[in-house]
C-alpha cells in the first residue's frame, strides 16, 4: 500500500518541551511538505523540501525545524520557541516537474500544548 | 499578493440536487487550480485539476470549470449524496513560477438526506 504516514495521531506536549513528528512516504516523491491548520484557517505552510538534504522555510517557519536525510522521510520538530503550537498538522509529498504539483496528504498529527 | 476566497458560510443542500461551489482569486494569473476534499480530522485529499487553457474538466458526479477572466473557479457536485458532505477546498499554484500550491480556506457542504 502506497501512501504517507504521520505518528502519532494525537500528541500532547507540556509547554517548554520540544516535540517531533514524524512523516514517512513510499510513493518515491522528491518533495514533502509540512502544513499547519487551525480551526476556520486554510492550510499554512511550514516547511518544505524538494530534494533530500534540503528544505527551504515557508510562510511560517518560525519556532518549527525539519530535516530531511532519506527521500522518505521528513520529520517536523516543533520546538519551544513556538509560541501557539497548538494545532493540526499535515505532512504531503507531491512529484513536481509535471507541469503540477498535486498533493498526497497523510492523516495528520493533532498537537495540543498542555 | 495573491488572494484566494471561498465561501465561509457553510453550503447546505438537499440530497439529490447539484452542488454549487465558488473559488475567487485575485492578483493573479494561475496556471491551473486544484480541488480537494477534506473530511473532519483527515488530511485533504486530491480530486480534479483544471488547465488555465481548458474549461471544463469531469469525473463521475463533480464538474469544474476555470473562467480566468472572472478569476473564478466553479465546483459542482451533481446528484449529491450525505456521503458528500465535507469540507472542499480550493488551491493555485503560488506566483512566480512556483508549483507550490496555496489553499484557500474551504467550504464546508453539507448535504441533507
Known amino acids: 500500500d502506497g501512501g504517507i504516514t504521520q505518528s502519532p495521531k494525537y500528541l500532547f506536549r507540556k509547554e517548554g518541551q520540544n516535540v517531533t513528528l514524524s512523516c514517512e512516504q513510499n510513493?518515491?516523491?522528491?518533495?514533502m511538505y509540512w502544513y499547519r491548520q487551525d480551526p476556520g484557517q486554510g492550510l499554512r505552510l511550514i516547511y518544505y523540501s524538494q530534494i533530500v538534504n534540503d528544505f527551504q522555510k515557508g510562510d511560517i517557519a518560525e519556532g518549527y525545524s525539519v530535516s530531511r536525510e532519506k527521500k522518505e522521510s521528513f520529520p517536523l520538530t516543533v520546538t519551544s520557541a513556538q509560541k501557539n503550537p497548538t494545532a493540526f498538522y499535515l505532512c504531503?509529498?507531491?512529484?513536481?516537474?509535471?507541469?503540477?504539483?498535486?498533493?498526497?496528504f497523510g492523516p495528520g498529527t493533532r498537537l495540543t500544548v498542555l | 499578493s495573491q488572494k484566494i476566497e471561498q465561501n465561509s458560510e457553510a453550503l447546505n443542500i438537499q440530497e439529490g440536487k447539484t452542488a454549487t461551489l465558488t473559488c475567487n482569486y485575485t492578483?493573479?494569473?494561475?496556471?491551473?487550480l486544484q480541488w480537494y476534499r477534506q473530511d473532519p480530522g483527515r488530511g485533504p485529499v486530491f480530486l480534479l485539476l483544471i488547465r488555465e487553457n481548458e474549461k471544463e474538466k469531469r469525473k463521475e458526479r463533480l464538474k469544474v470549470t476555470f473562467d480566468t477572466t472572472l478569476k473564478q473557479s466553479l465546483f459542482h457536485i451533481t446528484a449529491s449524496q450525505p456521503a458528500d458532505s465535507a469540507t472542499y477546498l480550493c488551491?493555485?499554484?503560488?506566483?512566480?513560477?512556483?508549483?507550490?500550491?496555496?489553499f484557500g480556506r474551504g467550504t464546508s457542504l453539507i448535504v441533507h438526506p
Open positions: 492578483n493573479y494569473s494561475p496556471a491551473y
Open positions: 504531503a509529498s507531491s512529484i513536481q516537474g509535471l507541469g503540477a504539483d498535486t498533493q498526497y
Open positions: 510513493l518515491n516523491h522528491d518533495a
Open positions: 488551491a493555485l499554484p503560488r506566483s512566480g513560477g512556483s508549483y507550490i500550491p496555496t
